[in-house]
């Protein structure tokens, strides 16, 4: 599975941004577990939203009901709608795929996750 993000950059703190993954590879397919991480300079990679393969969602608490996860199946790709973005969402977001779990039942334990995308950077001021 190859996963490439794209969308990061700098916004303002209120802001939204979206940002996309890509995903492609013999081992792809849509039914299995998706996530996005994120990783602040100085703190470990915490997992802050997942999608399932049956289409349903989790969320950490600091971006519930502000981030939205979603797949568009045709596209093979995947999305994370951020919304009111605050100061201390500047982080580098990475992609996750988890094709061994497809229901997410790892939950966000990232060494579960055996691909990932190269990152994109979201800083808000």
């Known amino acids: 599975v190859q996963l490439v993000e794209s969308g990061g950059g700098s916004v303002q703190a209120g802001g939204s941004l979206t940002l996309s993954c890509a995903a492609s590879?013999?081992?792809?397919?849509?039914?299995?577990?998706m996530a996005w991480f994120r990783q602040a300079p100085g703190k470990e990679r915490e997992g802050i939203a997942n999608?399932?393969?049956?289409?349903?969602?989790n969320y950490a608490d600091s971006v519930k009901g502000r981030f939205t996860i979603s797949k568009d199946k045709a596209k093979n790709t995947l999305y994370l709608q951020m919304n009111s973005l605050k100061p201390e969402d500047t982080a580098m977001y990475y992609c996750a795929a988890d094709p061994v779990r497809p229901y997410c039942s790892s939950g966000f334990l990232r060494w579960n996750f055996p691909y990932w995308g190269q990152g994109t950077q979201v800083t808000v001021s």
């Open positions: 999608l399932n393969r049956d289409g349903i969602t």
């Open positions: 590879g013999d081992s792809y397919n849509n039914r299995i577990c």
